[in-house]
């Protein structure tokens, strides 16, 4: 079963929980002891069946049962801020039984390995965002191109090239990148945010430090390894910011929000099976874990759907081997 996002922004609740079932009250009704039904009930979810919990209006309160067992679910809870973008994120500490071999694997990853599987993530996310781009476009063509040229670690920041001619192309001439930034900006960084807090779910449910990167690397960032697995995974956000702007929605607004978090139910393709982002993820991480383990060597990455298969370098295909 497909887990559920839930957003809170439209007015203020209570979130508190009955017979683990997470109940949302109207903020002026909420009791201080709850009868059987509640008065001012404005939903009742199982917490089982909740994959994220994203909170914006700043009257939301909450009990402290209720963010126990959402954690308890292996539940994300995201806090937005004034600026309405994501400002802090409640994780499970996994109940893995294996979560110290796992981080001890994280920890004695080898340099060859990790550049070969930063390689990976940004080929992945340069042929994403080809994938974009109209099948004529030079741009596209170009952009294949890079791909093919990137080397293990991407010493020659292609990563950067691509993104230069990539930007410009799918947005228009006058867009630049800023993640500060309003408007198109806006959007992009809340639907990095939502995939971002989906993929540091799925990093600690495997048992795994999401601040032990693959490539980022900063002391101040606690999901390093979120942000180097969310890279192939942007151009998905982009696609769907792309169709709220030819649709003349610029900005940060609940329709767009709303948008977004479908996002985490698209339909993609990870190594030839279909289904949903969220269930994806799970596999994307799955298989970094055989990486870690030395059971596998090559990430199962999500694609977009509809695909079609681009023209691999021969140095795409490398062989199982030992960390």
């Known amino acids: 079963m497909i887990k559920r996002t839930l957003e809170i922004s439209q007015q203020p609740v209570h979130l508190t929980v009955r017979d683990e079932q997470l109940l949302l009250l109207a903020k002026e009704d909420a009791p201080k002891r709850l009868p059987a039904d509640p008065p001012g009930l404005l939903a009742r979810v199982p917490c089982e069946d909740v994959a994220l919990l994203l909170v914006e209006h700043p009257g939301t309160t909450y009990s402290h049962a209720a963010l126990v067992t959402l954690l308890r ?8 801020g004034r600026d ?15 979560v110290v071999w796992r981080i001890h694997d994280q920890l004695a990853l080898r340099r060859p390995l990790r550049k070969q599987l930063w390689r990976q993530l940004v080929q992945a996310k340069i042929r994403a965002q080809a994938r974009n781009l109209p099948s004529e476009s030079n741009i596209r063509t170009r952009l294949l191109a890079l791909a093919r040229e990137v080397r293990s670690g991407d010493p020659q920041n292609v990563e950067a090239q691509a993104a230069r001619s990539y930007w410009s192309a799918y947005f228009g001439d006058l867009f ?10 806006a959007l992009l960084n809340y639907g990095y945010a939502i995939v971002r807090a989906a993929i540091a779910r799925a990093v600690v449910a495997a048992g795994l430090l999401p601040a032990l990167g693959i490539h980022h690397a900063n002391r101040s960032n606690a999901f390093c390894l979120a942000d180097d697995l969310i890279e192939p995974l942007r151009p998905l956000v982009d696609a769907q910011v792309h169709e709220l702007a030819d649709a003349g929605q610029t900005e940060l607004n609940p329709s767009a929000k709303a948008h977004l978090l479908r996002l985490l139910t698209a339909e993609v393709v990870t190594a030839g099976q279909g289904g949903p982002l969220l269930v994806a993820l799970h596999r994307l991480v799955a298989s970094y874990v055989h990486c870690l383990q030395g059971e596998a060597r090559r990430l199962e990455i999500p694609v977009a759907l509809p695909c079609v298969p681009d023209v691999s370098s021969p140095l795409d295909d490398v062989a199982p081997g030992p960390k």
């Open 73 to 80: 679910y292996d539940a994300a809870v995201v806090i937005c």
């Open 84 to 98: 309405h973008l994501p400002a802090g994120l409640l994780l499970p500490f996994s109940e893995h039984t294996e």
């Open 176 to 185: 630049r990148r800023d993640p500060d930034g309003d408007g198109i900006n």
